[in-house]
């Protein structure tokens, strides 16, 4: 409601009335006609100030444009392949000077950091966002370091039926491995590890089911000398 209130009019427009045949009836007349009209006349003001009540304290205003944060770009082809994702996620980071900051879309299985790694070498990674990890809702948003201790524990949630990469590790937490078929290591909100074998340092999530996953965590990745 808002704007013109064609209850106004008819009030006015009664009392206009009104005014107009008190002269062309008789009082007998005028009485019965005149409280009927009063009574039509007050029931169209309330009426009218009743919308106006409603338009001031029940307005609805369009709401503020969603502004959307980091989010990682689209790779193309199947969202929910396991193969290393190594779109253009990888950047410098202007906050940490030395870090390098990569994207981790909830739906890839393994995003190559473009990071190489030599044996020995250490990697320092930190590790913010948050992903969905069903599409039901009825588990919660999940950080870098997911549900911890372990996948077991995360059965409050249901039976899983289906693998996870790492069943022993925290639940939809952040992992990590150097080269594609390297030991998987936890990673989380934050780590720092040396490297036991050389190849390509990836990150992924630890989850079962990739399909129904949205989102993406942010890492930052520095080596240490």
Same mark, same amino acid.
């Given at each position: 409601?808002?704007?013109?209130?064609?209850?106004?009019?008819?009030?006015?427009?009664?009392?206009?009335?009104?005014?107009?045949?008190?002269?062309?009836?008789?009082?007998?007349?005028?009485?019965?006609?005149?409280?009927?009209?009063?009574?039509?006349?007050?029931?169209?003001?309330?009426?009218?100030?009743?919308?106006?009540?409603?338009?001031?304290?029940?307005?609805?205003?369009?709401?503020?444009?969603?502004?959307?944060?980091?989010?990682?770009?689209?790779?193309?082809?199947?969202?929910?392949?396991?193969?290393?994702?190594?779109?253009?996620?990888?950047?410098?980071?202007?906050?940490?000077? +030395?870090?390098?900051?990569? !994207?981790? @879309?909830?739906?890839?299985?393994? *995003?190559? =950091? #473009? %990071?190489?790694?030599?044996?020995?070498?250490?990697?320092?990674?930190?590790?913010?966002?948050?992903?969905?990890?069903?599409?039901?809702?009825?588990?919660?948003?999940?950080?870098?370091?997911?549900?911890?201790?372990?996948?077991?524990?995360?059965?409050?949630?249901?039976?899983?039926?289906?693998?996870?990469?790492?069943?022993?590790?925290?639940?939809?937490?952040?992992? +990590?491995?150097?080269?594609? !078929?390297? @030991?998987?290591?936890?990673?989380? *909100?934050? =780590? #720092? %590890?040396?490297?036991?074998?050389?190849?390509?340092?990836?990150?992924?999530?630890?989850?079962?089911?990739?399909?129904?996953?949205?989102?993406?965590?942010?890492?930052?990745?520095?080596?240490?000398?």
């Amino acid at each position: 409601m808002g704007g013109f209130d064609p209850a106004w009019f008819i009030a006015v427009g009664i009392a206009f009335v009104l005014a107009a045949t008190s002269h062309v009836i008789t009082p007998e007349q005028r009485r019965p006609v005149g409280r009927f009209l009063i009574n039509l006349a007050v029931v169209a003001a309330l009426i009218g100030f009743g919308g106006l009540a409603w338009d001031r304290y029940h307005k609805v205003e369009s709401p503020p444009p969603v502004v959307s944060g980091l989010q990682a770009p689209a790779p193309g082809g199947d969202q929910t392949s396991t193969e290393p994702y190594t779109g253009p996620s990888v950047g410098t980071n202007a906050l940490r000077p +030395g870090w390098t900051t990569v !994207n981790i @879309p909830a739906n890839q299985g393994w *995003t190559d =950091t #473009t %990071f190489t790694v030599n044996t020995g070498e250490t990697l320092a990674v930190s590790a913010a966002g948050s992903i969905i990890v069903t599409t039901d809702g009825h588990i919660p948003p999940m950080s870098p370091a997911g549900f911890r201790p372990n996948c077991t524990a995360a059965e409050v949630y249901g039976k899983f039926f289906l693998p996870f990469p790492a069943f022993q590790l925290p639940c939809w937490s952040l992992i +990590g491995r150097i080269g594609m !078929n390297g @030991p998987i290591f936890e990673v989380g *909100t934050n =780590t #720092t %590890f040396r490297a036991q074998s050389s190849g390509e340092f990836y990150l992924g999530v630890n989850d079962n089911n990739l399909g129904d996953n949205s989102g993406n965590w942010t890492a930052s990745i520095a080596p240490v000398r």
